[in-house]
């Protein structure tokens, strides 16, 4: 495997749950290899805090490898509560609010403290209520930041010539696909959850995620170089359908923010002593 540090100019877990107030099906929608990924591993210390904390009145079930559908399919479920809960990546709300594609477009952020400083800003609680207002998704946390996306591929990239007209695997997320075609690349919509397979099988020649990702889904076996365009700031979310959050009794709904918040904590712990 080997890593590259490139900035490309740019003109630019998911879980999931359903259940009753006694207890949370709780599904991470990952692809099946990544059992190991820190942001896993932070789900279910989420699940043991709260069933702790409620002396097992609520229980959160991770089930993984996206058992509750793709992407879009688990950020409707959601919205119409057919699905109680998700753990999801900030992108994954664009489609259904329109302003949080200003976050999708890429480099918008100079570093993490950047980063942080836009999550804790008036313009960023604007976006949750939008979330709340159009999705009736309330959004309990917001502080799971990971590391930065960067780019795997099939061969060398060091300039942004070395990328064009390659087949670029992309979410099914419009601005995502807008901004590697204006890179240049040909997008292609792939599953995370096919994406080692389309890289090894030659369907996509490269693929972009989290640098903590790339080593838990082990694409580097399948696409040996890692560049570190650092595109795209990463932060996981804590989402709850609002229906269902507000039937809960509020001391039920205290011990679930808190818990999802103080998770946010331990999963920067983790990604501070791996990487």
Not at 105 to 118: E, L, S, W, Y
Request: hydrophobic share 40%; proline share 5%; aromatic share 10%.
């Amino acid at each position: 495997m080997k890593i590259h540090r490139q900035h490309l100019l740019c003109p630019s877990l998911h879980f999931a749950f359903s259940a009753s107030a006694a207890k949370q099906d709780f599904a991470q929608h990952r692809e099946p290899r990544t059992g190991g990924a820190l942001s896993t591993l932070t789900v279910q210390h989420f699940a043991d805090l709260v069933k702790e904390r409620s002396k097992g009145e609520i229980q959160i079930n991770p089930n993984p490898a996206g058992s509750l559908g793709n992407g879009l399919q688990i950020m409707e479920g959601v919205s119409v509560g057919t699905i109680d809960m998700v753990s999801v990546v900030l992108e994954w709300y664009a489609p259904f609010v329109k302003d949080v594609n200003v976050y999708v477009m890429g480099f918008t952020f100079r570093d993490g403290d950047h980063f942080k400083a836009f999550l804790n800003s008036p313009v960023f609680a604007d976006m949750k209520q939008q979330i709340e207002q159009k999705m009736k998704v309330n959004v309990l946390a917001a502080n799971w930041v990971s590391m930065p996306r960067v780019l795997v591929s099939k061969k060398p990239v060091s300039s942004p010539k070395d990328i064009q007209g390659i087949k670029m695997r992309v979410p099914e997320i419009e601005t995502y696909q807008k901004v590697w075609k204006g890179l240049g690349t040909n997008p292609t919509r792939v599953a995370w959850a096919e994406t080692y397979l389309a890289l090894k099988l030659g369907t996509v020649d490269a693929a972009e995620g989290p640098l903590d990702q790339m080593f838990a889904t082990k694409f580097y076996e399948a696409a040996p170089h890692i560049t570190l365009t650092n595109h795209l700031q990463q932060v996981f979310t804590i989402g709850v359908n609002a229906a269902k959050f507000n039937s809960l009794p509020k001391s039920a709904q205290d011990l679930i923010r808190t818990a999802a918040i103080e998770s946010g904590t331990y999963y920067e712990k983790l990604i501070n002593e791996k990487f």
